[in-house]
Structure formats: structure tokens, C-alpha cells
């Protein structure tokens, strides 16, 4: 296991001591089982940007940090290690901490033990809690610049954010499905992961001035708090659809469509239409069907690459400094769905 890198190599990746992946890689007793684990991991990691570790020149390691289900945090990490082999002048590494669940403590436990090992910088996806603020200010405080990811940090100090626009993403939401639903009559099931991401509050805020504007005579169902995992969602989109029997609309801010879908046909429920956000293998193949109408759908790898490019300007490897600028926003249906590629691949 590992004989291919560096101890060094396997040490960085892992954020263990050399010692300690000595003593994994040579089966020495007295190692936790979390660190066996880190370093099984670091070299799965380190397989997948082989070409990276091959060159040689100034090393960069980098975090990407994320609370996502895992069917987006892997097309996430997929498009960054797409990214990496083009990116100069520095060569970069990434390591990633991806979790589905993390509360804001957890979020701070992770951010702190980056903090504490170092790093070049930090891509990151977090609620927007005052604990989590705090620890990507220290993060800055110690000289590793923060990148925030789709859902933003606005008061923290973080170098810049990428992603869509999430007001205009819930405005464009909101001017489609009225114009499908046109004069019938019906309500809208609007489903977030997290009230305290961001990005998808601001998405819900744009959703709703529009919808006001646009059809006031409509209402909203809202389902919150799922962690945007269909084993949360089905229940709970079960429960919505059976005390209102008029909801024919769904516009998913946080994901979980598969068990939506799953909801509507088990009571023989048909809808108008279904917009979702990311082209992730669920949607992907849910937009294949045509379970999902339209799927607002931003270019991962020009994030991920965005991103990159900011935190080298953190450190002065790049001209002029990093400022955040919204992504395209691309409304796909199946009449335009792309081809799956790699960064598309849950792995």
C-alpha cells in the first residue's frame, strides 16, 4: 500500500506525521484505525492526481470542505481533480473532507484541524453560522485564504465566492414554472436542504418575490431541513402532497428529487412541471426521463477552476486580486441535456 509515493507525499495528503504513516504503511501496532483510514484514503487521493504528484516544482495543498449529499460533493471533487493538471504556475493538491450531515460544530472541528495541519487555502461549502464565520476568519488570520463554494459567507473574510447568482437562479425558477403552470390552477412544493445555507436561502428569497409578482394567487409548501437526502425527503414530500392535494409544481433548492418523484407516483399524483438546480448523475437521469422539467445547471469545472485561480492570487502567484463574479446560469431539459463526463461520474 502507499509504495508508490513518497512517505512525505502520503504524510501531506493525509495531514498525519511522516511517522505515523511510516508506521501504517510498514503494519506497526499502535496506530488508531482513523488514521489507517486517513492514509488508505491519501493514497486513493493521490492515485487520482498522479500527474500532479509526478511534477516537480512548488507544491500547493488545498482542502475542499463541503456539507453536500455525496452525489454532488463527488461530481464536485471530480470536476477540481479534472482541473488541477491545467492550472500554473504552482502545481496543486487537493484534499478533500466531504461530509452529508456535518452540523456547524462539526463544520468548526473541520476547518479548526485544517487550520492547525496548514494549508495553501480552502475551498468551502458551510452553513452560514457565526462558529463557522469565526473559524474561516482564523483560517485567514493564519494566512490560508478561504474560497467559498455555491453558497456564500458574505461577512467572513473569506477571498471571494463562486458560484451562480442564487436570487436571479430562484428568479428564473420562478418566471418558468409560472409560465408552465400559465392560468391552472395548483400550489408549489418548494423544498431547501438547509435554512442556514446561504445560497439556497437567497435562491428561496428570488423564488418567492418573483412567484409574487409573477402569480400572487398561488401559495407555497415548504419542506426544510432535509440535508437534501431522499431518505429525509420522501417522507416529508409524502406527508406535503397528502394535506394538499393541489400541489402540482416542485422547485427543489436543495436536491433529494429522486425521493420527490418517488412520492408523487406512489399516490398517483401527476405535476405540471419539476426545476431542480446541478446537472448531478440523480438529475442527470431524472432529466433523461423527464421526471424533472429543467434543471439550472452552473459549469463545475470553470467554478472549481475560478477558485483555484483566487487562491493563487491570495498568495501573489497570479496578477490582480481575487473578487468574486457570478457563474453563467444554464437552463437544461431534456431536449438539450449534454453527455455525461467525467466530473459528472459519482465515484
Keep these: 500500500m502507499g509504495r ?29 484505525v482513523r488514521a489507517q483510514r486517513q492514509v488508505e484514503q491519501a493514497i486513493r487521493d493521490l492515485d487520482r492526481q498522479q500527474s500532479q504528484v509526478r511534477l516537480g516544482g512548488r507544491t500547493f495543498v488545498i482542502d475542499l470542505v463541503m456539507q453536500a449529499p455525496a452525489r454532488f460533493s463527488s461530481a464536485v471533487r471530480s470536476a477540481l481533480e479534472g482541473e488541477l493538471p491545467g492550472l500554473r504556475p504552482a502545481i496543486i493538491r487537493a484534499r478533500f473532507a466531504l461530509d452529508e ?25 458551510a452553513p452560514d453560522e457565526p462558529e463557522v464565520v469565526e473559524a474561516v476568519d482564523l483560517l485567514v488570520a493564519a494566512g490560508i485564504p478561504v474560497v467559498t463554494l455555491v453558497t456564500d459567507l458574505p461577512t467572513s473574510r473569506r477571498a471571494a465566492y463562486v458560484g451562480i447568482d442564487n436570487r436571479a437562479a430562484g428568479a428564473t425558477a420562478a418566471y418558468f414554472i409560472s409560465q408552465w403552470l400559465g392560468d391552472a390552477p395548483g400550489n408549489i ?16 428569497m428570488g423564488f418567492r418575490a418573483t412567484l409574487r409578482r409573477l402569480a400572487p394567487q398561488r401559495s407555497l409548501v415548504e419542506l426544510n431541513n432535509t440535508d437534501g437526502l431522499d431518505t429525509t425527503m420522501h417522507g416529508l414530500a409524502l406527508a406535503a402532497l397528502s394535506a394538499d ?24 399524483r401527476p405535476y405540471r412541471c419539476f426545476v431542480a438546480h446541478d446537472l448531478d448523475p440523480d438529475n442527470h437521469a431524472l432529466l433523461r426521463t423527464g421526471a424533472l422539467t429543467l434543471v439550472l445547471h452552473h459549469d463545475l469545472p470553470t467554478d472549481l477552476r475560478r477558485a483555484c485561480q483566487a487562491l ?9 486580486a481575487p473578487h468574486s463574479l457570478p457563474s453563467n446560469i444554464h437552463p437544461i431539459t431534456p431536449h438539450n441535456l449534454p453527455n455525461r463526463t467525467h466530473h459528472d461520474r459519482v465515484e
Design 4 to 32: 508508490a509515493y513518497r512517505v512525505r507525499d502520503i504524510a501531506v495528503q493525509a495531514g498525519l506525521s511522516e511517522t505515523t504513516v511510516d508506521r501504517v504503511l510498514n503494519g506497526r501496532a499502535g496506530v488508531s
Design 101 to 125: 450531515t456535518a452540523s456547524a460544530p462539526a463544520m468548526v472541528e473541520t476547518l479548526d484541524r485544517v487550520r492547525r495541519r496548514g494549508s495553501q487555502g480552502v475551498i468551502l461549502k
Design 312 to 320: 493563487l492570487q491570495s498568495h501573489h502567484l497570479l496578477p490582480n
Design 245 to 268: 392535494p393541489t400541489l402540482n409544481a416542485v422547485y427543489s433548492i436543495g436536491g433529494g428529487n429522486r425521493a420527490i418523484v418517488e412520492a408523487f407516483t406512489s399516490l398517483n
Design 189 to 204: 412544493l418548494v423544498t431547501l436542504s438547509r435554512d442556514t445555507f446561504r445560497g439556497e436561502e437567497e435562491r428561496e
